[in-house]
């Protein structure tokens, strides 16, 4: 991006592993590893793929499992994984920008003391601490100079305290030449001292990846481990349902490379496997302005996060270089989903979070994404993303803030004649079922059937008590039974009846709260940990001032 940087790949044997943890089932016999989903992994892992301009394979919606288990998370349907038929349309949604962005400018006279003035979320980190009920950020202080430390009550408005931890009254935490980073709340660390991570790609000495740790994401060690040459734009996350930490290496020509370890200082260290993973294709969106070229669209960045029942990717997709109008990138934030954590469905190419070309716009370019990728705040996803203005008025680097309905990322629609939505078979152990409902003009029954096809007494159509509501947390009830314990373990289909409304997701439950045990990406209040254990008791606190 800013410098050419020198880039080596270490190439070593990829650990063949198990898992055991809550979540994922992990087994060897018979193929590759099994996932929490049903979904079976090969036996060469991870895969060794080439770069492409092709749309990237996605094997397991051509082979999807017999029974899907539906005890982690919330069941989206943002691809075709849990439909056996349906007559409903499914539409995708788009994030909406916050009216008051930026969120967060410079301010600070460290923060305007290098080329431009930056305050930019550059991946760093959003996140939610439940310990001690903070909205935590971090990000790109002065250019290139250093990362700092802001905090927040309701995720809209943030402070920048005095810290004294690297430069007396600043809210600097770590001084270094960096270019990319990532800060990452690690709720599986069980030394308390290495609870937060952050994975910076320095400039000195090359491009190479540097791990430190915090026990309070202020004050941080020294690095402990330093990667061989990365990509100035290489990032780190974790993938919870399979334990591992996953290199998202930026690979020349802009794409990406694959590394994953279940130990983050091996990742760093060795970057193990280090395979062509994934990059733009020819369906990516290009530049609509013909004064700028037409450049074959690249992949600046991929950061993601579990939410839910599935990975969750954001992709900053570059479209060129706007030249005359100084060095803002046409990057924005598209979105991809996976459910096994290597191969990418990206359905809908239009721009999830993008820029704003009008001359006064805070987000002229370089819109990117940040680590931990959104937070569930009550009913709504918190997409949190860099921004630059355009260089003939200032060059200030800032950041801002896109709003989802929770699961809103696809939802299954019906107008005023019924549709059907029928699941392929799933197993589950819990007992109450609910859905993401957006109703209240119409109304949704369910049923249950059987392996055969038929319906279960009495989880029928006619004992379904009808939902007409808005609601992103919402219990379906049969008169005739109490809970769906007698189901438990069995395999079986859903089916829906809706009309004139939209159905984001189904999910059953062990608690009547409606906790999914879901991930919940990088938190929010009322969470507790890096699930969803509290079901109806997050949307109280959210809603708590």
């Known amino acids: 991006?800013?410098?050419?940087?020198?880039?080596?790949?270490?190439?070593?044997?990829?650990?063949?592993?198990?898992?055991?943890?809550?979540?994922?089932?992990?087994?060897?016999?018979?193929?590759?590893?099994?996932?929490?989903?049903?979904?079976?992994?090969?036996?060469?892992?991870?895969?060794?793929?080439?770069?492409?301009?092709?749309?990237?394979?996605?094997?397991?919606?051509?082979?999807?499992?017999?029974?899907?288990?539906?005890?982690?998370?919330?069941?989206?349907?943002?691809?075709?994984?849990?439909?056996?038929?349906?007559?409903?349309?499914?539409?995708?949604?788009?994030?909406?920008?916050y009216s008051g962005n930026p969120v967060l400018r410079p301010d600070r006279p460290w923060e305007f003391s290098t080329q431009r003035p930056t305050a930019m979320i550059y991946s760093d980190g959003v996140w939610y601490d439940p310990a001690d009920r903070l909205f935590k950020m971090w990000y790109e202080g002065g250019w290139t100079l250093s990362t700092c430390y802001a905090t927040s009550k309701d995720g809209i408005h943030w402070e920048k305290p005095s810290l004294d931890v690297v430069e007396p009254g600043t809210n600097v935490v770590i001084l270094h030449r960096r270019d990319s980073a990532i800060v990452w709340l690690d709720h599986d660390e069980a030394d308390p001292q290495r609870r937060y991570k952050s994975f910076a790609v320095t400039l000195k000495s090359g491009c190479r990846l540097w791990?430190?740790?915090?026990?309070?994401?202020?004050?941080?060690?020294?690095?402990?481990?330093?990667?061989?040459g990365v990509g100035d734009r290489t990032t780190v996350f974790y993938n919870p349902f399979r334990k591992v930490w996953v290199g998202s290496i930026r690979s020349p020509g802009r794409a990406r490379r694959y590394s994953e370890h279940p130990d983050s200082r091996i990742l760093v260290e060795k970057l193990p496997g280090n395979v062509p993973w994934t990059g733009a294709d020819r369906l990516d969106p290009r530049n609509p302005n013909p004064q700028y070229g037409n450049p074959d669209p690249q992949l600046y960045n991929l950061d993601a996060v579990a939410y839910e029942s599935l990975m969750l990717g954001l992709f900053s997709i570059w479209q060129g270089d706007p030249g005359v109008r100084?060095?803002?990138?046409?990057?924005e934030i598209l979105l991809g989903y996976s459910r096994d954590g290597f191969h990418w469905h990206r359905p809908d190419r239009r721009p999830f979070v993008g820029i704003d070309e009008s001359d006064t716009a805070w987000n002229w370019g370089n819109v990117q994404s940040v680590g931990g990728g959104c937070l569930v705040v009550g009913d709504k996803l918190y997409f949190y993303?860099?921004?630059?203005?355009?260089?003939?008025?200032?060059?200030?680097?800032?950041?801002?803030?896109?709003?989802?309905?929770?699961?809103?990322?696809?939802?299954?629609?019906?107008?005023?004649?019924?549709?059907?939505l029928t699941t392929r078979p799933v197993r589950f152990g819990g007992r109450h079922l609910f859905v993401n409902l957006d109703a209240d003009q119409g109304q949704l029954q369910a049923e249950i059937l059987d392996e055969a096809g038929t319906v279960i007494e009495p989880f029928t159509k006619a004992n379904c008590m009808p939902v007409s509501?808005?609601?992103?947390?919402?219990?379906?009830?049969?008169?005739?039974?109490?809970?769906?314990?007698?189901?438990?373990?069995?395999?079986?289909?859903?089916?829906?009846?809706?009309?004139?409304?939209?159905?984001?997701?189904?999910?059953?439950?062990?608690?009547?709260?409606?906790?999914?045990?879901?991930?919940v990406a990088a938190g929010g209040p009322g969470f507790t940990g890096p699930t969803d254990t509290v079901g109806a008791a997050a949307l109280k606190a959210a809603a708590r001032p």
């Not at 100084?326 to 990057?331: D, L, M, V």
């Open 1 to 97: 991006m800013r410098l050419q940087h020198q880039r080596c790949w270490c190439l070593v044997l990829v650990m063949v592993w198990l898992a055991t943890s809550a979540g994922v089932v992990a087994e060897v016999a018979s193929g590759g590893e099994l996932l929490y989903n049903g979904i079976r992994l090969p036996d060469t892992w991870p895969p060794q793929l080439g770069f492409s301009r092709e749309p990237m394979p996605v094997p397991y919606l051509d082979q999807r499992p017999a029974v899907v288990p539906i005890d982690v998370g919330r069941q989206l349907f943002v691809d075709d994984f849990l439909i056996h038929e349906t007559t409903l349309k499914r539409t995708y949604h788009l994030a909406e920008p």
């Open 211 to 228: 791990l430190r740790y915090s026990p309070d994401g202020i004050s941080w060690s020294e690095p402990v481990a330093t990667s061989p």
């Open 326 to 331: 100084g060095r803002q990138k046409r990057n």
């Open 385 to 420: 993303h860099s921004g630059w203005r355009d260089e003939r008025s200032d060059a200030t680097v800032g950041g801002g803030v896109a709003f989802l309905r929770r699961d809103g990322f696809a939802s299954m629609d019906a107008g005023s004649t019924e549709g059907t």
């Open 469 to 519: 509501t808005d609601e992103t947390l919402v219990p379906v009830t049969w008169q005739g039974a109490d809970d769906l314990s007698a189901l438990a373990g069995k395999t079986v289909r859903f089916r829906f009846y809706l009309t004139r409304g939209s159905l984001y997701a189904f999910w059953v439950s062990p608690d009547a709260s409606g906790a999914s045990h879901g991930y």
